[in-house]
């Protein structure tokens, strides 16, 4: 199936541990983005990659990187959980051009305790 | 900067009746307008855009909006809902600098009653 799949769809860990969350697409499209979804629903993006060269990197930590091996990955690397991570994380692709639609994974819901 | 407002968190309506989920959206230029739709535990799903030209715009599952912008609005309607449409429902902008960086609404939540 073509699709945006990200994994793992569930994540619980502790406070200052290290995890990655990795992402696929599989439609050919030339830009990806990591967004996150709080407790409230709201949505906001965090990075957007471009053929694997970062375009948007919106405030946020240090903590979070992203890495783009090849224009059909983003991988999410997050140092030194804290509780205010806790969220779900969701993947996005995007055909090149100006606002074209985003297609999105299902989400990674990060639990921090 | 861009905004969007979404003023009813949730709404019920009774399976077969209408919907109009409201949008409002604060841009200094003509809007990237989107509405996309989450079930629960998926991703965001397209609905419809506006980019130019006809101001009411056809998507899928039976969904409209209308581009008003003179009450910089962009309100999604469906005149006969479904116990299907059951989900949270987001209002987007895009703004022109090509980034490709959507600003999303808080969601309208939508239940059905049978």
């Known amino acids: 199936d073509t699709a945006v799949s990200q994994t793992p769809k569930y994540l619980v860990t502790q406070m200052g541990n290290d995890k990655s969350i990795k992402c696929e697409q599989n439609?050919?499209?030339?830009?990806m983005y990591w967004y996150k979804q709080d407790s409230k629903k709201f949505l906001k993006i965090m990075f957007s990659y471009n053929n694997k060269e970062l375009i948007i990197n919106e405030t946020v930590p240090n903590r979070f990187s992203p890495k783009s091996p090849d224009k059909a990955h983003l991988n999410l690397h997050i140092n030194s959980l804290e509780l205010g991570d806790s969220a779900v994380y969701f993947c996005a692709s995007s055909p090149r051009g100006h606002n074209s639609p985003l297609h999105f994974g299902n989400g990674t819901r990060l639990t921090v305790t | 900067a861009q905004s969007v407002t979404q003023p009813d968190i949730h709404i019920t309506v009774s399976e077969g009746a209408s919907l109009e989920l409201r949008c409002n959206y604060s841009y200094g230029a003509t809007p990237y307008l989107f509405w996309y739709v989450q079930s629960p535990g998926q991703g965001l799903q397209l609905l419809l855009k506006y980019f130019s030209g006809d101001t009411l715009v056809q998507g899928i599952k039976g969904f409209e909006a209308e581009f008003k912008r003179s009450q910089s609005s962009f309100n999604l309607r469906k005149p006969s809902v479904h116990w299907s449409d059951a989900a949270e429902y987001f209002c987007?902008?895009?703004?022109?600098?090509?980034?490709?960086?959507?600003?999303f609404g808080t969601g309208t939540r939508l239940t059905v009653i049978p």
């Open positions: 439609l050919g499209h030339d830009t």
């Open positions: 987007a902008v895009g703004e022109e600098t090509g980034a490709n960086n959507l600003f």
